[in-house]
C-alpha cells in the first residue's frame, strides 16, 4: 500500500494550496480519506475526512470554511483544497486512509509564509 502526498509548498498568507494524496495497492473505494497535519511542537491533529464514497465530510473548526475535502475513486485520489491560508496552518500534512487496517502517507509541508 502506497499513499503519496503532493501539492505541498511556500505560500503567501491569504494564499491557496491544493494537496493531492494518491493511493495505490489498497481497494480505495472502501477506505474513508483523511487529511492530518503535524505542526512543529505539536500533536497530529486531523483537519479533515470524507466517507468512502465521498460523503459526511468532517472538518476541524480551526479549517471549516476555508478547506474542502473531495476524492475521486476513479483515480484513487484524495484532495484538500486550502484556502485564505495563515501562518497557523503551516505543518506537514499527511494523507490516511482507514477501514480494516489504516495507512499513512510520508506527507507534504506547507509553509504559509511572507
Known amino acids: 500500500v502506497q499513499l503519496v502526498e503532493s501539492g505541498g509548498g511556500l505560500v503567501q498568507p491569504g494564499g491557496s494550496l491544493r494537496l493531492s494524496c494518491a493511493a495505490s495497492?489498497?481497494?480505495?473505494?472502501?477506505?474513508?480519506m483523511s487529511w492530518y497535519r503535524q505542526a512543529p511542537g505539536k500533536e497530529r491533529e486531523r483537519v479533515a475526512a470524507?466517507?468512502?464514497?465521498?460523503?459526511?465530510?468532517y472538518y476541524a473548526d480551526s479549517v471549516k470554511g476555508r478547506f474542502t475535502i473531495s476524492r475521486d475513486n476513479a483515480r484513487n485520489t484524495v484532495s484538500l483544497q486550502m484556502n485564505s491560508l495563515t501562518p497557523e496552518d503551516t505543518a506537514v500534512y499527511y494523507c490516511n486512509a482507514r477501514w480494516e487496517a489504516q495507512y499513512w502517507g510520508k506527507g507534504t509541508l506547507v509553509t504559509v509564509s511572507s
Open positions: 470524507i466517507s468512502n464514497i465521498g460523503t459526511s465530510p
Open positions: 495497492g489498497l481497494a480505495f473505494s472502501r477506505y474513508a
